[in-house]
């Protein structure tokens, strides 16, 4: 039996996100250039919103440029820039009812780039049945600066007081703040860190790291990660027993 067969389709996650690793090595294994890698990974983030979305998943986030990648050679920032441009077509999102947004420092983004993405993102702001959040020129330790930033400033102005700050207040500060947190995180690329990526919004989420390379990642892969997910007891610092109870009086 497939694993798409074995899904319990009463629990499909309602939010994952991915770090889509090893385009480069998968470019490599091929004997092609890093870009061809990041050609084919677009393909497979196209793939993977359908399949997600017809699974039911209401929202994908996908780690595609963080804030450490400015430092790669130039021919390759300007390679996934270029291919970024390329692949953001509107199309796609309204003929598939799926919102796109994007998060992190987008200032530092071309401007063409920039503009494109701007104009997907007002132009499908009404999209219903899923939302693809994009991660571009982001990093965790940016968003939490900056939300931290943002926090002084209220309680400068006098908005907010010190006491008055939870984690809902540092919640509503981030890039994230219109979206629920992950429930499973994918790493493809067999390795197996954060990378700097959602690390205050994955507190509870359930964590799979698998070795295929992220243009290798299909229907089936994905289908894997989900029921391996369902497998697993989320118990966000209970006990079993009191979640067993919970699920019985539910
Ligand atoms: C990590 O693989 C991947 C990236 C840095 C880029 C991911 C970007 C895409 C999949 C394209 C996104 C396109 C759109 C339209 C959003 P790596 O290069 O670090 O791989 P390696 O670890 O094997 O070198």
Redesign the pocket.
């Given at each position: 039996m497939t694993y798409k067969e074995q899904l319990d389709y009463n629990r499909i996650p309602q939010h994952i996100a991915i770090i889509?690793?090893?385009?480069?090595?998968?470019a490599k294994a091929k004997g092609k250039q890093?870009g061809e890698?990041?050609i084919a990974?677009?393909s497979?983030?196209h793939d993977t919103m359908m399949h997600a979305a017809q699974l039911g998943v209401k929202y994908v986030t996908?780690y595609?440029?963080s804030t450490e990648?400015w430092t790669r050679p130039d021919e390759e920032v300007n390679g996934?820039m270029a291919?970024?441009f390329e692949?953001?077509d509107l199309g796609i999102f309204m003929d598939n009812d799926i919102r796109f947004c994007v998060i992190g420092d987008t200032d530092r983004l071309p401007e063409k780039v920039r503009e494109r993405m701007n104009y997907c993102i007002s132009q499908s702001a009404g999209n219903q049945r899923g939302t693809l959040t994009?991660a571009l020129s982001y990093s965790s330790k940016w968003e939490l600066t900056r939300a931290t930033k943002l926090i002084a400033e209220q309680v400068k102005e006098g908005k907010l007081a010190i006491d008055e700050i939870t984690d809902k207040t540092i919640d509503e500060a981030l890039c994230t703040s219109f979206m629920p947190d992950p429930d499973l995180l994918i790493r493809t690329?067999g390795e197996t860190r954060l990378s700097n990526y959602l690390l205050w919004q994955c507190a509870y989420t359930e964590l799979y790291f698998c070795d295929t390379?992220?243009p290798d990642f299909d229907e089936e892969a994905l289908c894997k990660a989900i029921y391996t997910f369902q497998q697993r007891e989320r118990r966000f610092g209970k006990t079993s027993e009191q979640i067993a109870e919970e699920n019985s009086n539910r």
């Amino acid at each position: 039996m497939t694993y798409k067969e074995q899904l319990d389709y009463n629990r499909i996650p309602q939010h994952i996100a991915i770090i889509m690793d090893g385009n480069g090595r998968w470019a490599k294994a091929k004997g092609k250039q890093r870009g061809e890698g990041h050609i084919a990974g677009a393909s497979t983030l196209h793939d993977t919103m359908m399949h997600a979305a017809q699974l039911g998943v209401k929202y994908v986030t996908v780690y595609a440029f963080s804030t450490e990648n400015w430092t790669r050679p130039d021919e390759e920032v300007n390679g996934l820039m270029a291919l970024l441009f390329e692949k953001l077509d509107l199309g796609i999102f309204m003929d598939n009812d799926i919102r796109f947004c994007v998060i992190g420092d987008t200032d530092r983004l071309p401007e063409k780039v920039r503009e494109r993405m701007n104009y997907c993102i007002s132009q499908s702001a009404g999209n219903q049945r899923g939302t693809l959040t994009v991660a571009l020129s982001y990093s965790s330790k940016w968003e939490l600066t900056r939300a931290t930033k943002l926090i002084a400033e209220q309680v400068k102005e006098g908005k907010l007081a010190i006491d008055e700050i939870t984690d809902k207040t540092i919640d509503e500060a981030l890039c994230t703040s219109f979206m629920p947190d992950p429930d499973l995180l994918i790493r493809t690329g067999g390795e197996t860190r954060l990378s700097n990526y959602l690390l205050w919004q994955c507190a509870y989420t359930e964590l799979y790291f698998c070795d295929t390379y992220w243009p290798d990642f299909d229907e089936e892969a994905l289908c894997k990660a989900i029921y391996t997910f369902q497998q697993r007891e989320r118990r966000f610092g209970k006990t079993s027993e009191q979640i067993a109870e919970e699920n019985s009086n539910r």
